[in-house]
C-alpha cells in the first residue's frame, strides 16, 4: 500500500506495509536521526514532530498518516545546530544516541515556553527522554543555558 | 507489535460501531499500545476521524472529546487553577509529552488501567461518559461494566467542588503506588483511590464527618493488594495519609 505525507517540508509518497511504523519508515528513506531504542514507546528516542507536535514514531503505523506533516531533525538542522553545540560545551554529547530525541523536544519545548525557564520546566519535558551516558545534568545545563540564550547575550 | 491484517477507514459511528461488534476487530486511537500488543492478527478500526477532539464550554459543563490528546488536557489554560487543575495533575507524571501528545481521553478510558490516575482524578470529579448507543453514563458504571460501545465524550462539571489530587511514585515518571482524587460538593466527599493495584474506585461520605476519620476508613475499606511496585500493606499504610492531602486541597492551583 501507498501513503502520502509531507516529510521535513518535502511530499512524498512512500510504500509500506500493515506494520511498518513511523520510526522504520523514516529510517528506510534516510532519516537516520530517527533512532529506536526501546521497541516500547517509553525512551523517548524516536521522538519526531506529528503537525508540529513531538510524537513517539516507534508507536505510530505509517499507514495512518496519510496527508501529516512529520518533521526530524533533518528538517530542522539549522536550529538543531544551535542546540547542539551548547550540548557539546557541555559535555552532554557523548555517544549521541538519544541526541536525536532530546533535540526535538527541547526545539519542541521553545516553541511553547518563554525565558526565563527553570530547570525544574526542562526536567518535565524531558522526562520522557532516557539516556545512557551523561546522568542527565549535562543534558539539563545545555537546554536551560539554550533556552535562556537570549536572556544570556549569547546566540 | 500489534498485528493488522487489515485497516478499516469507517464512514460513520454507525459503520465503526458494528465493525467493533465483529472479533478481531480492534479499536485505533492514540496507538501506544501498540508497540505493548502482542495478540492475534487483527482488523484495525480506524476512530480518529469519527470521534471529537477537544475541549469545549457547554453551559457549566466541559465537554472532553474522546480524540482529545492528555497532552492537550495538561496544557489547557482554563484548567492550570481553580478546582479542574487535578486533570493535569492526574496526567503530567506519564512519562513525557511524546507520549501524553498520543495517548487519547478515549483511550484511556476504554484501556482502564488501574495504575490510572486520570481515571482517579475522573471518578472523584464524577465523570460522565457519553457512549454512542449507550448514551450519558457516570464513568464510574462505564469502568464496572465496560459495554461494548464507543466512547464518544466526557463530560465534566466546571464547578465540581473542592478537590485535591495526592499520588506517591518511586521516581518522576514512575507508575504510582497508590493515588487518591477527592471532591467535596454539597456536603458530600466523593473520594477516589486508584493504583491499589486495583482499577480505580470511589467511595461518597458525608462531609459532616472528621477528615481524619474518613481517610482512615479508606485504608480500611478499600482493597489493596500487592505488586511489583509495593505491597497490600504498604498501600494500606499510606493511603490514609495520600487521601487525607487530597481532601485538603494538595496538587490543586487556587
Not at chain 2, 464496572?144 to 495526592?166: K, Y
Request: hydrophobic share 40%.
Amino acid at each position: 500500500m501507498q501513503v502520502s505525507l509531507h516529510v521535513n517540508g518535502r511530499p512524498v509518497t512512500w510504500e509500506t506495509t500493515l506494520s511498518q511504523t513511523l520510526a522504520d519508515a523514516l529510517r528506510e528513506h534516510g532519516c537516520t536521526s530517527v533512532k529506536c531504542g526501546c521497541e516500547q514507546g517509553t525512551c523517548g528516542m524516536c521522538t519526531v514532530w506529528l503537525d508540529g507536535k513531538p510524537v513517539l514514531s516507534c508507536s505510530l503505523l505509517l499507514c495512518r498518516l496519510s496527508g501529516r506533516e512529520v518533521t526530524t531533525v533533518e528538517g530542522v538542522e539549522p536550529q538543531a545546530r544551535v542546540l547542539a553545540s551548547y550540548l557539546v560545551a557541555e559535555g552532554g554529547d557523548q555517544c549521541g544516541f538519544c541526541a536525536p530525541g532530546y533535540i526535538m523536544t527541547i526545539l519542541a519545548m521553545e516553541k511553547e515556553v518563554s525565558a526565563p525557564v527553570s530547570e525544574e520546566t526542562v526536567q518535565a519535558y524531558l522526562a520522557g527522554n532516557l539516556c545512557r551516558c551523561t546522568g542527565y545534568r549535562s543534558k539539563l545545563r545545555a537546554a536551560v543555558k539554550y533556552l535562556n540564550r537570549s536572556q544570556n547575550g549569547t546566540v | 507489535m500489534l498485528k493488522l491484517t487489515e485497516l478499516k477507514t469507517p464512514a460513520s459511528l454507525e459503520e465503526a460501531y458494528e465493525l467493533l461488534r465483529l472479533p478481531h476487530h480492534t479499536a485505533l486511537a492514540g496507538g501506544t499500545l501498540s508497540q505493548l500488543q502482542a495478540g492475534e492478527p487483527t482488523v484495525g478500526v480506524e476512530l480518529t476521524h469519527l470521534l471529537p477532539s477537544g475541549i469545549t464550554r457547554d453551559g457549566c459543563r466541559l465537554r472532553i472529546g474522546a480524540m482529545t490528546v492528555l497532552r492537550t488536557l495538561e496544557t489547557d489554560p482554563a484548567l492550570q487553577t481553580g478546582c479542574l487543575s487535578i486533570l493535569p495533575a492526574s496526567v503530567r507524571h506519564l512519562q513525557g509529552p511524546a507520549l501524553r501528545n498520543l495517548i487519547t481521553v478515549g483511550g484511556a478510558v476504554g484501556a482502564r488501567f488501574p495504575q490510572s490516575e486520570f481515571l482517579t482524578a475522573l471518578l472523584a470529579l464524577d465523570a460522565q461518559a457519553v457512549l454512542y448507543r449507550g448514551g450519558t453514563v457516570p464513568l464510574e458504571t462505564y469502568l464496572n461494566a465496560p459495554p461494548e460501545d464507543i466512547v464518544c465524550e466526557l463530560l465534566v462539571d466546571r464547578e465540581p467542588g473542592q478537590t485535591g489530587f495526592c499520588a506517591v511514585r518511586n521516581s518522576y515518571v514512575d507508575q504510582p503506588i497508590l493515588c487518591a482524587a477527592a471532591c467535596l460538593r454539597e456536603g458530600t466527599w466523593r473520594i477516589a483511590v486508584g493504583a491499589r493495584p486495583f482499577l480505580t474506585e470511589v467511595r461518597t461520605c458525608p462531609a459532616s464527618r472528621d477528615i481524619r476519620e474518613i481517610a482512615a476508613d479508606c485504608g480500611a475499606s478499600f482493597r489493596m493488594g500487592d505488586d511489583l511496585k509495593a505491597t497490600a500493606d504498604y498501600r494500606r499504610r499510606i493511603c490514609p495519609a495520600i487521601v487525607r492531602r487530597a481532601m485538603e486541597g494538595e496538587g490543586v492551583c487556587r
